[in-house]
């Protein structure tokens, strides 16, 4: 198993900005359409944008019409965890960095095929890097 990768609040701070901090270490969501990877195809690797593990292929983004980035899979199942998450008074599957901890969004199963599943992703929690290989 990988080194997990553990900072205090005022750590994460100093590093992220303020919507990043909201969203990924406080688990707030963007609002759709506003972020910079929801109608993005580059092609490329999204990274965990606190520690910088790959985590979505370009291969697997599609245009799911919600404003959020939105993959089919991720790019190794082994880099994400998934929570049950019953904020709002809803039943969802919060999806987070294994490395760490970062809240990336939430996954539901009305996705495309072959997976059937939706990971609906925040783009602030993601960092698109167009010459890693996919
Ligand atoms: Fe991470």
């Given at each position: 198993m990988k080194e997990k990768i553990t900072k205090t609040a005022d750590e994460w701070l100093n590093e992220l900005t303020v919507e990043q901090f909201h969203v990924c270490r406080d688990k707030g969501t963007e609002r759709p359409f506003s972020g910079k990877y929801h109608d993005s195809k580059e092609p490329g690797v999204y990274s965990c944008a606190c520690c910088g593990e790959p985590l979505f292929s370009s291969e697997t983004k599609?245009?799911?019409?919600?404003g959020w980035p939105s993959f089919y899979a991720p790019m190794d199942p082994e880099h994400i965890h998934t929570e049950v998450d019953t904020s709002h008074s809803m039943h969802r599957t919060e999806v987070v960095c294994a490395r760490c901890d970062a809240h990336l969004g939430h996954v539901f199963e009305d996705g495309p095929q072959p997976t059937g599943l939706r990971y609906c992703i925040n783009s602030v929690s993601l960092d698109l890097d167009e010459d890693k290989e996919t």
């Open positions: 599609f245009d799911s019409g919600t």
